[in-house]
């Protein structure tokens, strides 16, 4: 592989990372908005952990969901390319 297609690669690397983070972290700002609504403003030490726990919940259903749907692509193309 040339540097230049390298360097292109990890650049949308970066990029997407970056972008990734921005989406979390405006979710991240959502997600507690709508815990303040349910629990009220105080910052408990149980209302952070109750946070945490939901957030973490929903990450693991949605990186088992994104690792299935993945898995299943893949193997969809692997059908596709053995048929052709």
């Known amino acids: 592989m040339s ?3 390298e360097v292109i690669e ?3 690397a970066l990029l997407a990372a970056a972008f990734g983070l921005i989406a ?3 979710w991240n700002g959502a ?3 709508l815990f303040a609504e349910i629990f009220g403003d105080q910052s408990s030490l149980v209302a952070m952990f109750v946070y945490a726990i939901v957030v973490t919940i929903i990450a693991v259903i949605a990186v ?3 690792g299935r749907a993945a898995a299943k692509a893949k ?3 692997e ?3 053995t048929r052709r």
């Open 75 to 77: 193997r969809e193309d």
């Open 79 to 81: 059908i596709a390319a």
């Open 10 to 12: 990890k650049v949308s």
């Open 64 to 66: 088992i969901l994104i």
């Open 3 to 5: 540097l230049k297609a």
């Open 31 to 33: 997600i507690q908005e």
């Open 24 to 26: 979390a972290l405006a």
